[in-house]
């Protein structure tokens, strides 16, 4: 090994300055390649009330990271160790959350009691007892329970420390990636970009697990803020939208229609960008978006909005209720259970599926594979793992409706407005069972 003096290991590693505020280019000076990133990293933080024990861990990498200014190898370290983390988060929460008693059931169906101190006594203990099961969810059933990562992501979303059908799709991958480092082989060079990324993610789901979202997180997003908006559209197809308050200002739209709607749309800052799509019996947009007036003329939405006074709100949404309904010919796309609870008895024949998922697309895709089975086979029912949906109900209205109650949907029927903008989105598609 060649022998490097002080002055070497001072020394600025040339490939971290190609990494820049305006993406991956020539590089740029030392200092400024520092300040970039420890904005980068500096913007990862975690909640006030995170076990010290995964604190001083994730605070130990975020020290490191800044480092690999000096030397790249280390942005490579700090992705590696930080997919170790993740398990020691989930383990230090499951210490939290259970004050030190845990009640097990072992395999020949006895229950008894665990007292311990850390994680590591009480799988010591766990194991040496025979424990298969502990009990989970706001049902407290009995589950099985192996005590590694994946049992303790299994255990996390039984308790509702962890959401989102789309972050239990990649908790696999993230399994996967943290064995590849417990059990190397090979060789393999991470960027900065890599590393800021899995910090980010580790940072989001510590965070999520002591009960923090995170404002515009990519895995664990905090509920969404919307704004009144006005959706206008004219007989040429043609589609205008602005928010609520700038309605007045709108010159130009004489004779257009409107409609106001509850909607992601702060330009600058977050804009759904499926506005256009809107359906008020269909569920198109990428974000909750509720119709509180229309439709009508300008002058109208103006005077509705003089008296009603709609003021901003938030949103969650991760883990909705879609119902979708399936004629023998045609499936059609999401609803949310309140309007499909409204719908005529002619609309309610045929098929309904009740599926949790995080996207009105992720529904009906999974959806259609059921009807189709023309790839990998999908769960008909519970968690599917070829992609992400859950499906709580395969039945009629009346069954599917039940379901998304039980799930925690909203089950009072809304009144129904057939109205929606002149997109291109067919409300129904056809398909060859």
């Excluded at 308790?159 to 417990?182: C, D, H, I, T, Y």
């Excluded at 499936?331 to 998922?357: D, K, M, Y």
Aim: proline residues 6%.
């Amino acid at each position: 090994m060649e022998a490097l003096s002080l002055e070497d290991l001072r020394e600025t590693d040339g490939r971290s300055l190609h990494f820049t505020p305006y993406g991956f280019g020539g590089p740029i000076a030392p200092e400024e390649a520092l300040a970039f990133q420890q904005h980068v990293i500096g913007q990862h933080s975690l909640a006030d009330d995170v076990a010290e024990g995964t604190r001083r861990r994730f605070e130990q990498l975020r020290h490191v990271y800044r480092y690999g200014l000096l030397c790249y190898d280390l942005f490579t370290m700090v992705s590696d160790a930080a997919l170790l983390v993740f398990e020691q988060a989930l383990r230090d929460r499951f210490v939290e959350f259970y004050g030190g008693t845990v009640t097990f059931r072992d395999s020949c169906r006895q229950e008894h009691d665990i007292t311990f101190q850390n994680y590591a006594d009480f799988m010591a203990q766990f194991k040496a007892r025979g424990g298969t099961k502990i009990k989970m969810g706001s049902d407290r059933r009995w589950t099985g329970f192996n005590g590694m990562l994946d049992g303790l992501y299994r255990w996390a979303r039984r308790e509702g420390l962890l959401r989102g059908q789309r972050n239990r799709s990649r908790e696999p991958v993230f399994k996967e990636l943290r064995n590849m480092v417990a059990h190397p082989s090979g060789f393999h060079l991470d960027s900065p970009a890599d590393a800021a990324r899995r910090m980010s993610d580790l940072a989001e789901t510590i965070n999520q697990l002591w009960g923090s979202p995170t404002p515009g997180g990519r895995l664990h997003p905090a509920p969404v803020e919307r704004q009144p908006v006005a959706i206008g559209c004219n007989d040429a197809g043609s589609i205008t939208i602005c928010q609520a308050a700038s309605l007045h200002t709108a010159d130009g739209t004489d004779g257009w229609e409107f409609v106001l709607v509850q909607a992601v749309f702060s330009p600058g800052e977050s804009e759904d960008p499926t506005l256009t799509q809107f359906d008020a019996l269909f569920e198109n947009t990428t974000y909750p978006c509720d119709l509180m007036w229309g439709p009508g003329m300008r002058a109208e939405a103006l005077a509705w909005l003089e008296t009603a006074q709609p003021g901003p709100d938030t949103r969650d949404h991760l883990d909705p209720v879609f119902l979708l309904r399936y004629d023998g010919k045609s499936l059609h796309l999401p609803q949310r259970p309140e309007v499909a609870a409204g719908l005529p008895s002619a609309a309610t024949t045929g098929t309904w599926f009740a599926i949790r998922a995080d996207a009105p697309s992720d529904a009906f895709v999974h959806v259609r594979e059921l009807i189709t089975q023309t790839a990998t086979r999908h769960a008909a029912a519970g968690e599917c793992q070829q992609c992400a949906a859950d499906t709580l109900k395969r039945g009629t209205w009346e069954q599917a409706l039940a379901a998304a109650e039980r799930a925690g949907a909203s089950g009072t029927p809304e009144q129904l407005v057939d109205v929606r903008t002149p997109s291109w989105m067919p409300r129904k598609v056809a398909i060859d069972s």
